[in-house]
Nanobody, 130 residues
Framework: EVQLVASGGGSVQAGGSLGLSCTIS????????VGWFRQAPGKEREEFAI????????EYDDSVKDRFLVSRDIAENVVYLQMDNLKPEDTATYSC???????????????????????WGQGTEVTVSS
């Protein structure tokens, strides 16, 4: 059984930083595509991952590019999301998800679209105040 546990959320002022962790069991992080998604208060979850990592590299949504960094620790089987220069519009519940059918290598590609991911973790809340 694949399980994902997101942690590290909290409250921060605009311009601050937070680091999120996604601890995964049941699949190796280098045998899956892992994406970070978010859902702002009162809104639907965004359809595209804001950050994604696979064996073919990383990809970011334009809204977080140059501010967020996704990485992974293969030994610990954890995917991280370092968020810098946070803005009030980054306030959301952040979730991690895994697509264990693709790796970004061996002829497969990773995608940011939500329906490509079959394993989801619970969310962790991030609040950015102005």
């Amino acid at each position: 059984e694949v399980q994902l546990v997101a942690s590290g959320g909290g409250s921060v002022q605009a311009g601050g930083s937070l680091g999120l962790s996604c601890t995964i069991s049941g699949v190796k992080v280098n045998n899956a595509c892992v994406g970070w998604f978010r859902q702002a208060p009162g809104k639907e979850r965004e359809e595209f991952a804001i950050a994604m990592i696979g064996n073919d590299g990383t990809e970011y949504d334009d809204s977080v590019k140059d501010r967020f960094l996704v990485s992974r620790d293969i030994a610990e089987n954890v995917v991280y999301l370092q968020m810098d220069n946070l803005k009030p519009e980054d306030t959301a519940t952040y979730s991690c998800a895994a697509d264990s059918r693709r790796t970004g290598s061996d002829g497969t590609s990773c995608y940011r679209r939500d329906f490509m991911y079959e394993h989801w973790g619970q969310g962790t809340e991030v609040t950015v105040s102005s």
